[in-house]
T-cell receptor, first 113, second 115 residues
Framework: GDSVTQMEGPVTLSEEAFLTINCTYT??????LFWYVQYPGEGLQLLLK?????DKGSNKGFEATYRKETTSFHLEKGSVQVSDSAVYFC????????????FGAGTRLFVKA | DGGITQSPKYLFRKEGQNVTLSCEQN?????MYWYRQDPGQGLRLIYY???????QKGDIAEGYSVSREKKESFPLTVTSAQKNPTAFYLC??????????????FGPGTRLTVL
């Protein structure tokens, strides 16, 4: 079945460092791909998404490109801030999976001032 | 402001008691979902509903029940049959459950603790 694999955390960075969180997926067909962010004690909120190969999703300085050839959707940000400290979830949804959203385990990011 | 509300934010329950978690949305979304999140883990799907008066079991439905009598509301009951109910419960909605393009919108969550 469909699955999403994320790099294990926690990831600890200093402010203004470059961020990459790796995400790879397994899917039957052509899924849509998402990154969600969860701040402490809150629900998840959509950060960005991409619905077809080579699409780049971007929001708040974060970017991720849908790479079908490597089945990846890595999250990047050029310069992180303390306020980016949160848990980041990679996810997919596709018709073959009944359009249910499959979430990765999440990667916790700590940014130090 | 459109969104999803969950109540209460914190809930304490004695063993052997049933408890109902509330979830309301005013986004006019057709689909609603309940997830369970345990510390350091991802989300596991409990139940979902694509339309009013219809719902399906997710991956971990045992010990839980739901109803969908109104489009706006999707309450979750944690029954005494749920062996390990202490967790963070998240409700979500999406415009439709028949498209892969639609993102999910989440409520703030309810933290349930069994004493």
């Amino acid at each position: 079945g469909d699955s999403v694999t994320q790099m294990e955390g926690p990831v600890t960075l200093s402010e203004e460092a470059f961020l990459t969180i790796n995400c790879t997926y397994t899917a039957t067909g052509y899924p849509s791909l998402f990154w969600y962010v969860q701040y402490p004690g809150e629900g998840l909120q959509l950060l960005l998404k991409a619905t077809k190969a080579d699409d780049k999703g971007s929001n708040k300085g974060f970017e991720a490109t849908y790479r079908k050839e490597t089945t990846s959707f890595h999250l990047e940000k050029g310069s992180v801030q303390v306020s980016d400290s949160a848990v980041y979830f990679c996810a997919l949804s596709e018709a073959a999976g009944g359009f249910k959203t499959i979430f990765g385990a999440g990667t916790r990011l700590f940014v130090k001032a | 402001d459109g969104g999803i509300t969950q109540s209460p934010k914190y809930l304490f329950r004695k063993e052997g008691q049933n408890v109902t978690l509330s979830c309301e949305q005013n986004l006019n979304h057709d689909a609603m979902y309940w997830y369970r999140q345990d510390p350091g883990q991802g989300l596991r799907l409990i139940y979902y509903s694509q339309i009013v008066n219809d719902f399906q079991k997710g991956d971990i439905a045992e010990g839980y029940s739901v109803s969908r009598e109104k489009k706006e509301s999707f309450p979750l009951t944690v029954t005494s049959a749920q062996k390990n109910p202490t967790a963070f419960y998240l409700c979500a909605s999406s415009r439709s459950a028949s498209s892969s393009y639609n993102e999910q919108f989440f409520g703030p969550g309810t933290r349930l603790t069994v004493l």
